[in-house]
């Protein structure tokens, strides 16, 4: 079956502009992850939906962080006023609630 | 809260012979365990998971895992590589319970040399 998709692949933008970052689960998964991939900081946890339980927001590095999951599916990662330390690549997982996360191809994000 | 060392950022070595990449982690909680592997420009592909029971699990494409409580490791083993295991490796590290988010080792990137 089709696996968590995300776009898109690829972003450039300004310092200083907000972006959207879009990510789609495997269908009848109920929990969704964000995770940041940098060179300075590896794999790093954002957020984390489980059902209609408040998220867990432990990971996001700043206020400028903000993400959201419509009807328990599609999410989307938002970074307002990017600065080029943002600069990595942004990658989705989802799972059924039960141990194993399939991860997406990733965005990869460059602020210039 | 849970941590994970990988002890080698690089591993080259060459093709047909064994490889081991060493895992070690820390936790005052239960764990599942967990390698990932990440071919350039692609996302994260589950290797193997150690969730409970034997020691020994096996994952896809030959490899193998054994967890060792006392020592608090997970070392990632294949008897042969091929140059198609070229790539960078992932150990992580997730309570059992709750909302299981996984904690990244720094990776290990293996070179197979032909």
């Known amino acids: 079956g089709a696996g968590v998709s995300q776009s898109p692949s690829n972003k450039v933008t300004e310092k200083g502009k907000d972006v959207e970052l879009r990510c789609d689960p495997i269908s009848g998964h109920t929990a969704l992850y964000w995770y940041r991939q940098s060179l300075g900081q590896g794999l790093e946890f954002l957020i984390y939906?489980?059902?209609?339980?408040?998220?867990?927001k432990s990971g996001l590095p700043s206020d400028r962080f903000s993400a959201e999951r419509t009807g328990g599916s599609v999410s989307t990662l938002t970074i307002q006023r990017t600065q080029q330390e943002d600069s990595a690549v942004y990658l989705c997982?989802?799972?059924?609630?039960?141990?194993?996360?399939?991860f997406g191809p990733g965005t990869r994000l460059l602020v210039l | 809260a849970q941590s994970v060392t990988q002890l080698d950022s690089q591993v080259p070595v060459f093709e047909e012979a064994p490889v081991e990449l060493r895992c070690n982690y820390s936790?005052?909680?239960?764990?599942?365990l967990f390698w990932y592997v990440q071919y350039p420009n692609q996302g994260l592909q589950l290797l193997l998971k150690?969730?409970?029971?034997?020691?020994l699990v096996k994952g896809i494409n030959g490899f193998e895992a054994e967890f060792n409580k006392s020592q608090t490791s997970f070392h990632l083993r294949k008897p042969s590589v091929h140059i198609s295991d070229t790539a960078e490796y992932f150990c992580a590290v997730s309570e059992s319970q709750g909302a299981q988010k996984l904690v990244f080792g720094q990776g290990t990137r293996l070179t197979i040399n032909p």
């Open positions: 150690y969730l409970s029971g034997s020691t």
């Open positions: 939906f489980q059902g209609n339980s408040a998220p867990d």
């Open positions: 997982a989802s799972s059924t609630g039960a141990e194993t996360q399939y």
């Open positions: 936790s005052s909680v239960s764990v599942y």
